[in-house]
C-alpha cells in the first residue's frame, strides 16, 4: 500500500521547515577528530536533545567518560538515548545515528562553505558537511516523530533511539554504553530490531536496503630522525630522510589497480563462486554510476560484478594523508624531521583488525628495513572494527522491504555496504536481535 497522503501532505507543507533545520544542524562544525572543536560536538549533542524532546521523546544525555586526543585528555562528547512508548503488544525498534561530522573546508574541494547548507538549484541536491553523513537522517527520524507528535498519532512501535557524537572517531565509549544497556533493566532491554540509516544507495535510481558492512583497521606508520626540520641546501643527500623513507613504505602498500600488496590479506577471503556472482550481477549498478558518483572517469573496470565486489566482497587499502610534511601554498625547502602516514583497510569476514593488524606490520617492519635506513619506525592502530553480515529474510527486512515499496513505488536492492559503522556488530551481539541498514543518502551525495 502507498504511504499515507495525509503525512505526504504533511512532509510537503513543511519541507522549508525541515530544510531550515538541516542547515541550523549543518552550521554546527561537529568535528569529532579535531580536539578544537569539541564544544562543537557538545554542542550539537545538546541541540538534538532539546529537539528530540520536543517532539515527545524522553531522553537522557549519558557521560561517555574521557579519552586523549593529540596527547592532550578530553571529555568524550555524551550520546543521546531516548524513547517513546512502552506498550507490550508492539514491537520495540531501535534507531542509531551520529551526530559528528568528519573535518571539511574549501581547500578539499567543496564549491561552497561546508558548513552552510547550500540548495543546488540545477539538482535541488542539499550541500553540506553532514547533510547525508549522518545529520540529515538522524532529523529524518525526528521529521517523523514530529508529524506523530504534532497530529496526536501513537507510533505503530514503541521506539527507542541512541545518537551518538564519537563514530567519525571510531565510536569511542559507545560499545561499553551499548553492552550496559542492553543487559535487564537497561534502556535497550526489551529491543526487537535495530535499524541504522548511515549509508547509501548505489546509484540514484534504486533503494537499497543492506545487510553487509566491511570492518576498518586505521594504520598510522611514523618515520623520525632529525633533532629538528632541516634545511634542503644544507642537509639534501647527507643524511636519511623520514619523508623519503615514509613515501618508500606508503608505496608498497597498494597497487594503482586497487591490488593488496601485503602477503596474506587479499589470501584470508575466499574468492565468490558463480552463483554468488549472480547476486551482484542482478543489482541495478554500471560502472558509469560510481565515476558519476566520483566525478570523474576512474573506475577501476567497466565490469559491474568485480566493482560490487570490489566494494562490498573484498577488502580494500586507501592511503588518506601524511601528517607533519608541508602542505601549504608556495615553496618552502624543508626536511621533515617527523612524518606520519595515515592509510586504512577496508576488511571482510573473516578478517578482523586482531588477525590483519599482525601482518600489516610485520611487512611494513620488513619493508622499512630493506631501506638500510638510520631513522626510526612507529606503527599504532588509531582505530578499528569488525566486518557485519546478517540475514536479510528476517521479518525486520520484510517490513522494511514492503516501506520502501510504499514510498518509492519499487522493490529495493539487497547490498553489503564497502563502508564501516562499528557499532552495528555491538548492536547485533549485545542485544541478539537482527540489525537493519535503511539508507537515506543516494550514491551521488558525495560522502566521506
Request: charged share 20%; hydrophobic share 35%.
Amino acid at each position: 500500500m502507498p504511504a499515507p497522503p495525509e503525512f505526504l501532505s504533511f512532509v510537503d507543507t513543511n519541507a522549508n521547515a525541515f530544510i531550515k533545520r538541516l542547515a541550523d544542524a549543518v552550521a554546527i562544525p561537529s568535528i569529532s577528530g579535531d580536539a578544537t572543536h569539541r564544544a562543537d560536538v557538545v554542542k550539537m549533542a545538546e541541540w538534538l536533545n532539546a529537539h528530540l524532546k520536543a517532539v515527545g521523546v524522553a531522553t537522557q544525555l549519558v557521560d561517555l567518560g574521557k579519552h586523549t586526543m593529540d596527547g592532550e585528555e578530553l571529555h568524550l562528547p555524551p550520546a543521546i538515548l531516548g524513547r517513546i512508548g512502552d506498550d507490550k503488544g508492539k514491537k520495540t525498534v531501535l534507531v542509531y545515528g551520529h551526530f559528528d561530522v568528519q573535518p571539511a573546508s574549501k581547500s578539499d574541494g567543496w564549491n561552497t562553505d561546508p558548513f552552510t547548507l547550500t540548495i543546488d538549484e540545477s539538482t535541488g541536491q542539499l550541500i553540506g558537511r553532514g547533510s547525508s553523513d549522518d545529520k540529515g537522517p538522524v532529523l529524518g527520524w525526528l521529521n517523523v516523530l514530529q508529524y506523530h507528535h504534532q497530529q496526536g498519532k501513537e507510533l505503530p512501535v514503541n521506539l527507542r533511539c541512541c545518537f551518538e557524537g564519537m563514530e567519525e572517531s571510531g565510536s569511542e565509549g559507545l560499545d561499553e554504553l551499548v553492552q550496559r544497556e542492553s543487559k535487564p533493566g537497561g534502556w535497550f532491554d526489551g529491543v526487537d530490531c535495530v535499524c541504522i540509516s548511515d549509508n547509501y544507495w548505489l546509484n540514484t535510481r534504486t533503494p537499497v536496503l543492506t545487510y553487509g558492512l566491511r570492518g576498518l583497521t586505521y594504520l598510522k606508520v611514523t618515520v623520525h630522525g632529525p633533532g629538528r626540520d632541516l634545511h634542503s641546501g644544507v642537509f639534501g643527500r647527507t643524511v636519511h630522510e623520514p619523508m623519503t623513507d615514509l613515501i618508500a613504505i606508503m608505496s608498497k602498500l597498494v597497487d594503482s589497480q586497487g591490488r593488496i600488496l601485503i602477503p596474506g590479506v587479499d589470501e584470508m577471503v575466499q574468492a565468490a563462486d558463480e552463483e554468488e556472482k549472480s547476486i551482484y550481477a542482478s543489482l541495478d549498478y554500471t560502472h558509469q554510476d560510481i565515476e558519476s558518483a566520483a566525478g570523474g572517469q576512474v573506475a577501476l573496470t567497466t565490469d559491474k560484478v568485480d566493482l560490487l565486489m570490489g566494494r562490498m566482497r573484498y577488502p580494500s587499502l586507501s592511503l588518506h594523508g601524511i601528517e607533519g610534511a608541508f602542505s601549504g601554498v608556495g615553496a618552502k625547502t624543508v626536511i621533515p624531521a617527523k612524518v606520519s602516514g595515515k592509510f586504512s583497510i577496508r576488511l571482510v569476514p573473516p578478517q578482523t583488525p586482531e588477525n590483519v593488524d599482525p601482518l600489516v606490520i610485520s611487512y611494513i617492519e620488513s619493508e622499512f628495513a630493506k631501506l638500510n635506513s638510520k631513522n626510526t619506525l612507529t606503527i599504532e592502530n588509531l582505530h578499528g572494527g569488525k566486518p557485519w553480515v546478517t540475514d536479510h529474510t528476517h521479518w525486520n527486512f520484510e517490513a522494511a522491504k514492503r516501506a520502501t515499496k510504499a514510498v518509492y513505488g519499487q522493490d529495493p536492492d539487497l547490498t553489503r555496504e564497502g563502508g564501516s559503522i562499528p557499532v552495528t556488530l555491538t548492536f547485533a551481539e549485545s542485544l541478539g536481535v537482527n540489525v537493519l541498514l535503511l539508507p537515506m543518502g543516494r550514491g551521488d551525495d558525495g560522502a566521506q
